[in-house]
């Protein structure tokens, strides 16, 4: 039996290359082909000028909001190239010469130190891959109505392979005193970011990267230096990193008062909500896109948890009546992006696909009426609720 169906799968992959081929033969890419001597090496890679995918940005002209979005259904695997990484600042980009740049580490420690650079740089370092998540992503799924499509949903997340020195080595050089419990970063730019950060977490796995993807961090993304704090929320990963205070209290600073706090439904907020709970979606299939016809098409999407790995992902092709595990691409890195795929028939007919994440300490991926149980409607941070596209008979994929 396994046979046969391969046999059937193949027949009708099959059909789908002859249409393909058929296009290829069109005058374009006989003009473009190898006949000709092409364009010379370059200093700075540049992609196809066929190539149009940017990140959303609804507001270029104003530091003062400026955010941008990473377009998720249109990138591969599982890292987000530096050039479409997500963008929320308070106050603009500094432009910083690294030259001019130290990172000073004082307060409850034996003996304060001031870094440049360079002397950084020669620190033993590691790369990790890991995500960077705004709590405010997936916001306006709060509202009933939700989000037409995969980037203006989901798209305040990115993942990069970040490398740097581990926070630890630069702790215990400085020597934390005993009494000593938290620290603040502190960023460059003109708000000066703060927030104030667990020591548990410090000398646990937080990174102080300068690099991201095999080159220096982006101006937007923290150039010359950052914090990667694996898992939690992307405003805790301070940008233009410039000083930490070792401190035996937490500074109760804007960033962690004013906003990115949860109100809840009896009226009281959480504050020093950190990690970024377990989610997933469908790329593809998603918002805004038309299948071309029923028949064969692989179902693939994303999933991460601020808590550890992901475990498994779940997909419902039948409105979440009943759910199939989809293949999880290895390696699967902890508190990074997992590219899921899943293959599937459709038969054309209208259809409500949706996937669930479950990461590696049980935790299962809420839908959205189990999410608003618990947190009610005055959040503004921290949705992670499962989302549900909807395939009509004509192709068409909408926000079901
Ligand atoms: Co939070």
Known sequence: MPEQANRRRFLKLSALMTAASSCTSNKAVEEEGPGQLGKAVS?????????????????????????????????????????????????????????????????????????????????????????????GNSGSEWSAKGAPDVIRAHGLASCSEWTGVPLKTLLEEAGVKPEAKWLVAEGADACKMSRSIPLNKAMDDILVAYAQNGEAIRPEQGYPLRLVVPGWEGNINVKWLRRIKVSDTPYYTKDETSKYTELMPDGKAWIFTWPMDAKSFITYPSGGQKVDGAGFLEITGLAWSGRGKIAKVEVSTDGGQTWQAAALQEPVFSRAFTRFRLPWQWDGKEATIVSRAIDETGYVQPAREELGAVRGKNSNYHNNATKPWKIAVDGSVTNA
């Open 43 to 135: 200093a700075y890679g540049e992609r196809s000028p066929f190539e149009k995918v940017a990140r959303m940005t609804p507001d270029v002209k104003n530091p003062q909001v400026a955010s941008s979005r990473t377009p998720l259904a249109d990138i591969y695997g599982i890292i987000t190239p530096n050039s479409l990484h997500f963008e929320r600042h308070h106050s603009g980009v500094p432009g910083i010469n690294p030259a001019d740049h130290r990172l000073m580490i004082h307060g409850m420690v034996d003996r304060p130190l001031v870094f440049t650079l360079a002397e950084l740089k020669r620190l033993p370092s590691v790369s990790r891959v890991h995500f960077v998540e705004c709590s």
